[in-house]
Each structure stands twice: as C-alpha cells, then as structure tokens.
C-alpha cells in the first residue's frame, strides 16, 4: 500500500510540475511580451523626438541660408553700386560721355555682370534653404515612421498569444501523458 501511495504522490507531483512549469513559461513569455512592447515603444518615440529636432534644426537653417542670402545680395548691391559709382566718376573726371559709345556699353555690360552676380548669390541661397528643406521633410518622415513604430509595437501580442496557447496545449499534453503513464503503471 505505500508503494502504491508513493506512486500515486509521485504521479501528483509530476503533473502538479508540469502544471506549474507550464504556468510560469507563459507568464514568462507574457512578461516578455510587454517588455519588448515597451522598450518598442520608448525607441520609438525617442526616435520620433530625434527626428521632430532634427526637422525644426533644418528649418532653421534653411531660414538662415535664406537670411544670409538676402544680406550677401544686399552686400554685392552695395559694393556694386560703388564700383559703378567710381567707374562714372573716372570717366566723368576723364572728360568722356558716359550716354553714349563704349563707355555706355562699358557701364552697361559693368551693370549686367552685377545684376547677375546678384541673382546667383540669391539662387545659391534658395538651392541652399531647398537642401534643408529637403532635409527637414525627410526627418519629419522619419518622425512619422518611428510615430508609426510605436503605435504597431503591440503587434507582437498575438504572436506571443499563440506561444503561450502552444506552451498550454503542450503542458496539457504533458500532464495527460504522465496521467496515462500513472495509469498504466498502477493497474
């Protein structure tokens, strides 16, 4: 009879493991679960602070190239007016007409060459904003995907639903294996 109450206990105690084994596997997989999902969520929204910083960053500086533009232009401009300034001064001191002839054309081909030094300083800055600009949409693209990243960090729940119902059914079938092992052992 002890024999057969050992047996029976042994069989109990088995099946009791197992039971227990399978319970802490899928806590343990839940637990994961959830820590992934945060540590997701919280790369995910670094991810997206970073990117929101670097898009206001370039902004600014597209502001600036535009800023500095303006003021390299109005620079040239200036400097340009006094280069025409003394041109006419020199020829007007040298007793030469200045409406007409090749001084007119002198003054004339002076005015457009500074004209387009101007308009290039100005493009340069717009081709520079426009880079940061660029810049700037891709990091708010990047923001939007890591903003996106962290509103799907639950997607592995389902996942870790189904691995938990495996470790279930295979506990279960662990316990009912042990549970016929018992009861062929005891007839």
């Known amino acids: 009879m002890c024999e057969a109450i050992s047996a ?3 069989a109990i105690a088995s099946i009791a493991t197992t039971a227990i084994s399978t319970g802490v596997s899928m806590y343990a997989q839940m637990e994961a679960q959830k820590a992934q999902e945060r540590s997701a969520r919280a790369a995910a929204e670094f991810n997206a602070q970073m990117a929101g910083n670097e898009a206001a960053a370039q902004q600014q500086i597209a502001q600036n190239e535009v800023s500095k533009g303006i003021a390299d232009r109005e ?6 007016a006094r280069t025409m300034g003394d041109m006419r001064a020199e020829m007007g001191a040298s007793g030469f007409e200045m409406d007409s002839g090749s001084n007119l054309s002198l003054l004339a081909e002076s005015a457009a060459e500074h004209q387009y030094d101007s308009a290039v300083i100005a493009s340069n800055a717009q081709q520079a904003a426009w880079q940061h600009e660029v810049a700037a949409m891709n990091a708010t693209n990047q923001g939007s995907l890591a903003n996106w990243q962290k509103a799907n960090a639950s997607s592995g729940r389902n996942a870790a639903a189904l691995g938990m119902a495996g470790t279930l ?4 079938g662990t316990g009912i294996g042990q549970y ?3 009861k062929r052992g005891a007839k």
Do not use: V
């Open 8 to 10: 029976t206990t042994l």
């Open 75 to 80: 620079r040239q401009q200036r400097a340009a």
């Open 169 to 172: 059914l295979g506990g279960i």
């Open 180 to 182: 016929q092992s018992y």
